[in-house]
């Protein structure tokens, strides 16, 4: 098969993000909690004309849309970002005034004036749902997608230009609960044990596992146009727990550019260095001290079984 039949059959990246993550609405959202949604209302539309500023997940989104800059006409977007927002429709033209600000290529959106978003997730075939609400995400990864609260952008970030970089925590988030459940249980040794004794067996999949081989996908086509896509494991396991998780990867095809075994260490000061458009952690205690360098989502864990397929 040709290079080029493969890219045409590749399905897109879709991305669904709440309008609060991907601009800065928390002024919004305090006048909502504090004064009621009459107040909002009149909010909004009394600032109509004012542009957004950028939110937690803004580069991010500005970054993976530039590759549809690589498609040839005809040819299908490699990436597609849909608003998803408990906004109704009459509060909507400011976000989409200032989506049109910064040329982002969105053109689709669902403002569901406070009904629950995660009924359209598999209309739209959503592939990861970035959003400040815990209700919303927890609704997502309950449903079987990739979903991360993000928290406030960190004050002076700046990303990479030209350039994607995207960090993932391994347990719980690319990996199944599976060995985090043992060291939470029984402690250190006994999951240096467990992961010794599996060390070549792939670790069941987590819940953003899709995700990142669908971006291994995309990665694929680095180097045709200009943006690049870097994709990095920043774990807390060390080098006695690390064989399991390179030959997960492995056997999932799929290329880390870097892998950080931080054996226990804060990963805040890694992440400063290397400036991810965003990471993902599931732990309070790595992904709040993260967020403060570089953006940073929580990935809730599942409460429910998904039927099987």
């Not at 509060?91 to 982002?104: G, N, P, Q």
């Not at 359209?120 to 609704?139: G, I, T």
């Not at 449903?143 to 991360?148: D, F, K, L, Y």
Request: glycine share 4%; with cysteine; net charge neutral.
């Amino acid at each position: 098969m040709s290079q080029e039949k493969t890219f045409a059959v590749l399905e897109p990246l879709v991305m669904a993000i709440s309008a609060r993550a991907l601009f800065d609405m928390e002024k919004e959202n305090a006048v909502f909690e504090e004064c009621g949604l009459k107040a909002y209302r009149e909010y909004q539309s009394d600032n109509e004309n004012q542009i957004l500023s950028r939110g937690s997940a803004f580069h991010l989104v500005s970054g993976l849309l530039q590759f549809n800059e690589m498609v040839k006409e005809g040819e299908e977007k490699l990436v597609k970002v849909i608003i998803m927002s408990n906004n109704s429709p009459d509060l909507s033209l400011r976000i989409f005034k200032s989506i049109e600000h910064y040329d982002l290529d969105i053109n689709q959106a669902v403002f569901s004036s406070g009904a629950p978003l995660h009924s359209y997730f598999s209309s739209f075939n959503v592939d990861l749902f970035l959003s400040r609400s815990d209700v919303e995400v927890s609704a997502a990864i309950n449903n079987g997608i990739a979903a991360a609260v993000l928290y406030s952008p960190p004050q002076g970030f700046s990303p990479h230009k030209d350039e994607v970089r995207i960090a993932f925590d391994g347990d719980a988030v690319l990996f199944s609960e599976e060995a985090e459940k043992i060291y939470k249980e029984h402690g250190l040794d006994a999951f240096i044990a467990h992961e010794r004794l599996k060390a070549k067996q792939p670790l069941p999949a987590g819940p953003f596992a899709k995700l990142l081989k669908t971006l291994a996908t995309l990665q694929k086509r680095k180097g045709i146009g200009r943006q690049k896509l870097q994709l990095a494991l920043v774990t807390a396991r060390d080098n006695a727990t690390h064989e399991r998780v390179i030959r997960t990867f492995r056997e999932w095809n799929v290329h880390i550019d870097q892998a950080f075994f931080l054996g226990g260490m804060p990963k805040d000061k890694v992440l400063q260095e290397f400036k991810p458009h965003i990471f993902f952690d599931d732990q309070e205690t790595h992904a709040m001290p993260a967020s403060k360098v570089a953006p940073a989502g929580r990935v809730p864990y599942r409460r429910i079984e998904l039927n099987p397929k």
